[in-house]
T-cell receptor
């Protein structure tokens, strides 16, 4: 149980285009979903936290107009990188917290999406 | 802001050796999770500890949460090449809905 999927796993796009990444909790409902960014050989950096049906909370320094997050249901969140530039190239990982009493502090991670902007 | 310092940052050992990874903070956490991540994949949850002084074992891995819930350790006995990966500790805030990640420990176990 507690499986999270991400799609696509890898994407290459041209500078100036927008890219949408989907995050789904497959076998549980997620109270909250999180989006992280990870640079090579580094730890995870939280970008934003989203709850179903409400606006995402962005961490300091993360542009909300650049990284659009939509949390349409208890099992789906999307991250859209708008007008992507080479510096946006990174490994993006989502996670989800189960809507289960006593387990809301746990996060289960997706497999990540490797974005390369040319 | 809660910070977690993880040490060592990098560890290269021979198969069969023991090792300990530390996760320290001046802040109190409601829970502490340990994850293992392989290149190109997302982190996989190994264990969650929530009680001060709690010890959990997962085969050759032993996890301990400090009495004051400010620190944690991961001890691996008789490391194997399959243990190679990035180990991440993460502390849960009091609301229980956010994690603060340590900087990670990159472990390489040579055969």
């Amino acid at each position: 149980g507690a499986v999270v999927s991400q799609h696509p796993s890898r994407v290459i796009c041209k500078s100036g285009t927008s890219v949408k990444i989907e995050c789904r909790s497959l076998d549980f409902q997620a109270t909250t979903m999180f989006w992280y960014r990870q640079f090579p050989k580094k730890s995870l950096m939280l970008m934003a936290t989203s709850n179903e049906g409400s606006k995402a909370t962005y961490e300091q320094g993360v542009e909300k107009d650049k990284f659009l997050i939509n949390h349409a249901s208890l099992t789906l969140s999307t991250l859209t990188v708008t007008s992507a530039h080479p510096e946006d190239s990174s490994f993006y990982i989502c996670s989800a917290s189960p809507r289960i009493s006593g387990r809301a502090h746990e996060q289960f991670f997706g497999p990540g999406t490797r974005l390369t902007v040319l | 802001t809660q910070l977690l310092e993880q040490s060592p940052q990098f560890l290269s050992i021979q198969e069969g050796e023991n090792l300990t990874v530390y996760c320290n903070s001046s802040s109190v956490f409601s829970s502490l999770q340990w994850y293992r991540q392989e290149p190109g994949e997302g982190p996989v949850l190994l264990v969650t500890v929530v009680t001060g002084g709690e010890v959990k074992k997962l085969k050759r891995l032993t996890f301990q949460f400090g009495d004051a819930r400010k620190d944690s350790s991961l001890h691996i006995t008789a490391a194997q090449p399959g243990d190679t990966g990035l180990y991440l500790c993460a502390g849960g805030n009091n609301a229980g809905n956010m994690l603060t990640f340590g900087g990670g420990t990159r472990l390489m176990v040579k055969p």
